[in-house]
């Protein structure tokens, strides 16, 4: 009856320490997947820092673009308005009728 109990005792004691180990490998895998969603989250926290980063040196350059189109315009007008003023003062020098 000892030597019974004892071989339960063992299987017991067994069991427990197998279950111990299984309880310390889930634990183990779950805090394993947690450090690597943490780190997967910091490196889309980054990515999106960078994508950030990316779209406002574009909109910047958008309207560093924008900016030269509208003074290559205002540049434009102001040579045609000279130039219209530069041809209207030469047709202007008379009245239009013959001297007298």
């Known amino acids: 009856m000892s030597e019974d109990f004892s071989e339960r005792k063992s299987s017991v004691v067994k069991k427990l320490s197998l279950m111990e180990d299984i309880k310390n490998v889930r634990e183990n895998e779950l805090m394993k997947r947690e450090k690597e969603r943490e780190e997967e989250k910091k490196h889309r926290a980054k990515m999106m820092a960078i994508k950030e980063n990316e779209l406002q040196i574009q909109a910047a350059m958008k309207e560093q673009e924008l900016q030269t189109q ?19 003062q030469g047709k202007g020098k008379g009245d239009g009728y013959a001297n007298t």
């Open 70 to 88: 509208r003074y290559i315009k205002e540049m434009e007008i102001k040579a045609k308005e000279r130039e219209m003023e530069k041809d209207g």
